[in-house]
């Protein structure tokens, strides 16, 4: 598993979005990326940065920034989750788990005393030059776009 730093080349990740079309980190060379990972679409926190996000996506592409989302969900679940929520950006479909085990990402959780291996909520900044600016790990999930915009002035 990737132990991923600032300053580190992020690993350029290729996966299948809610369409099933393939989106790479090369489809946004010279602009800034942020790539988040969440656990499960349709759940309160996931729900709450992602319409976080939604809420504040125009103050986001206005700086350039393109916003994309990653979990092991399966691509009808991202196109439900889009719909029901409105979401105006990308969501990739990793159900083979190759995009979390790049970003190191993925791993054994403890939830109300049960073990099992899931999604560490984590956001990547990844600047114009494919250079990781920030990695924002257990991120406000209110607050999200603040954290990222307080982050990248």
């Given at each position: 598993?990737a132990?991923?730093?600032?300053?580190?080349?992020?690993?350029?990740f290729?996966?299948?979005?809610?369409?099933?079309?393939?989106?790479?980190?090369?489809?946004?060379?010279?602009?800034?990326?942020?790539?988040?990972?969440?656990?499960?679409?349709?759940?309160?926190?996931?729900?709450?940065?992602?319409?976080?996000?939604?809420?504040?996506?125009?103050?986001?592409?206005?700086?350039?920034?393109?916003?994309?989302?990653?979990?092991t969900?399966?691509?009808?679940?991202?196109?439900?989750f889009?719909?029901?929520?409105?979401?105006?950006?990308?969501?990739?479909?990793?159900e083979?788990?190759?995009?979390?085990?790049?970003?190191?990402?993925?791993?054994?959780?403890?939830?109300?005393?049960?073990t099992?291996?899931g999604?560490?909520r984590?956001?990547?900044?990844?600047?114009?030059?494919?250079?990781?600016?920030?990695?924002?790990?257990?991120?406000?999930?209110?607050?999200?776009?603040?954290?990222?915009?307080?982050?990248?002035?």
């Amino acid at each position: 598993m990737a132990l991923l730093k600032e300053g580190d080349k992020a690993p350029v990740f290729k996966g299948k979005d809610q369409h099933g079309k393939t989106v790479s980190l090369t489809d946004f060379k010279g602009k800034r990326v942020v790539l988040y990972f969440y656990p499960k679409d349709m759940t309160p926190g996931c729900t709450a940065q992602a319409c976080n996000l939604r809420d504040n996506y125009q103050a986001l592409t206005k700086k350039g920034y393109a916003v994309v989302g990653v979990s092991t969900d399966s691509e009808q679940s991202h196109q439900k989750f889009i719909e029901k929520y409105e979401l105006p950006f990308t969501l990739l479909a990793d159900e083979d788990k190759a995009v979390v085990h790049q970003y190191g990402v993925y791993g054994e959780k403890q939830m109300m005393g049960k073990t099992y291996d899931g999604i560490f909520r984590t956001t990547f900044l990844i600047d114009e030059h494919g250079v990781i600016a920030h990695i924002i790990k257990k991120p406000d999930t209110k607050n999200h776009t603040e954290e990222i915009l307080e982050l990248w002035k």
